[in-house]
Structures are given as structure tokens and as C-alpha cells.
């Protein structure tokens, strides 16, 4: 294992510990302070397909957000994980079935899914992140694999991609690597950073 490595598999298991950590009344206090700050982001209230997560391992919940997305009318997607480290999204919606994958990750059941590049808005699971929009996840590069075709597009593009954190996974340092696909934004329960700046 390389140093580089080595130090990002530190830093990973030292901020899903602190994130797992956190009490009840600390994860609903960050959802809806996520969801707030959500909400100056025009797109999230005009794009009409919007791809979101099922929070697990202590990840920052989506859930007001998703069903502020239904009361709009906008259609949510979670992600399923498929071959070669490709995501795929289905429409999910309060009747949708799901089941946990091989990962223990929960996942629409019974649904067509539909292409990333199909999505308008993404929003997106991370450990950690930086303000310039790089992104650490958990290293199986599902996300960077599945939306890999951004690197061809001038940003921002569609989809727009937006990072969801504790205001604690915020890191001054992280070297991305060639494949890192950046974030647009990041949102997290104190603030909505915007990438490009």
C-alpha cells in the first residue's frame, strides 16, 4: 500500500468512527440543517429528475430533502450498484420496494433503472471532501466510475453534482486522483459551498 493510500484508509476510518458516533439528536439536527441549505440551490426545486441516496453507516440523511422533492413533484432516483463498478438509478418513490444489496446498501426492487447521464441533479454520498469539490468516498470508485463522462463536459454540466457532509468531513488537503470525478457543490448542515469559486 502506497502512503497515499495508507493515509487516505486513515483518514476514512477515522471519519466514518466520528460520523457513526453521532447521536440522534445530532443526525436530525444536520438533516434538517442540510435541507435548509439545500434549499438555495435553484436547481434543486426546478430539475425535475434528481438522484439522491439511502443514508447508511451513519451518512447524513436525505430524508426531508427527498420528501420535500415528492410534495414538488420531481422524481427521486437512488442508485444501484451493478457491474464494474457502475451505478445505475431507479425511480423511488414512498410505495417502492427495496432490499439491501451485496453491500447491505438499501435498493429500489422492481423498477427500471435509467442512466446517470439521464439525471439532472445528483446528490452525493462522501467521507470526506475539500472545497474545491474532491471528493473521498469509500474507495470502491462506484461514483467516479458512473459519472467518469463529466470529465469530457465543460462544468458546471448535467448532472449537476452535489456532495452531502457533516460540516466535520471537511478537510483543507486532498490531492484527487486522475479518475476523481469533482463536486459542483457540497452541502452540509452549516453551509452550501459552491466548487467553482
Known amino acids: ?19 457513526q458516533g453521532l447521536g440522534a439528536a445530532e443526525r436530525i439536527g444536520a438533516a434538517q440543517g442540510v435541507a435548509a441549505q439545500l434549499s438555495q440551490l435553484p436547481e434543486l426545486t ?18 426531508l430533502v427527498v420528501a420535500q422533492c ?23 418513490s414512498a410505495q417502492t420496494a427495496v432490499a439491501p444489496n451485496r453491500y447491505g446498501i438499501p435498493e429500489p426492487q422492481h423498477v427500471a433503472p435509467v442512466d446517470p447521464e439521464s439525471l439532472e441533479l445528483v446528490l452525493v454520498p462522501l467521507v470526506a471532501f475539500n472545497r474545491r469539490g474532491h471528493r473521498l468516498g469509500y474507495g ?24 452531502i457532509g457533516y460540516a466535520f468531513q471537511e478537510i483543507d488537503t486532498l490531492a484527487p486522483e ?20
Not at 78 to 85: E, S
Not at 140 to 163: I, K, M, Q, W
Open 140 to 163: 470502491g470508485g462506484f461514483y467516479d466510475t458512473s459519472f467518469a463522462f463529466l470529465h469530457e463536459r465543460e462544468r458546471p454540466a448535467l448532472p449537476l453534482l452535489v456532495g
Open 46 to 63: 426546478v430539475d425535475t429528475r434528481i438522484g439522491a441516496y439511502f443514508a447508511v453507516n451513519g451518512e447524513l440523511s436525505l430524508h
Open 178 to 197: 486522475s479518475w476523481d470525478v469533482r463536486l459542483d457543490f457540497v452541502a452540509t448542515e452549516r453551509e452550501l459551498i459552491d466548487c467553482s469559486e
Open 1 to 19: 500500500m502506497t502512503d497515499i493510500s495508507a493515509d487516505r484508509a486513515a483518514l476514512r476510518a477515522r471519519l466514518k468512527e466520528r460520523r
Open 70 to 92: 415528492w410534495r414538488r413533484g420531481q422524481t427521486v432516483h437512488l442508485p444501484i450498484a451493478g457491474l464494474r463498478r457502475r451505478l445505475h438509478y431507479a425511480p423511488y
